[in-house]
Nanobody, 115 residues
Framework: QVQLVESGGGLVQAGGSLRLSCAAS????????MGWFRQAPGKQRELVAI???????NYADPVKGRFTISSDNAKNTVYLQMNSLKPEDTAVYYC?????????WGQGTQVTVSS
């Protein structure tokens, strides 16, 4: 059973920063890819950033240069450092992990950016 628990969301002013954490049950090295997605009200869930087991990263265009995904294998945790936040970054942020062909999701954490 895979469990992913997100934390670190909250309310921040535009231009501010937040760091999201995704703690996994067990080693994250077993996942071929982990990532962060977000879903704003009335919109589809969209990819924000991914990190592979080899450490390669990729970002959606809207967050490039502002967000950084990283992992701490010793803590079984993946992070999303979000800087220069904008109101359009407001969404529920979800952690995702892929193990073989199966995907797992966390419960989500709300990020609200005020203008």
């Amino acid at each position: 059973q895979v469990q992913l628990v997100e934390s670190g969301g909250g309310l921040v002013q535009a231009g501010g920063s937040l760091r999201l954490s995704c703690a996994a049950s067990g080693s994250i090295l077993r996942f071929n890819v982990m990532g962060w997605f977000r879903q704003a009200p009335g919109k589809q869930r969209e990819l924000v950033a991914i990190i592979t087991s080899g450490g390669s990263t990729n970002y959606a265009d809207p967050v490039k240069g502002r967000f950084t995904i990283s992992s701490d294998n010793a803590k079984n945790t993946v992070y999303l450092q979000m800087n220069s936040l904008k109101p359009e970054d407001t969404a529920v942020y979800y952690c995702n992990a892929n193990l073989a062909i199966r995907g797992y999701w966390g419960q989500g954490t709300q990020v609200t950016v005020s203008s």
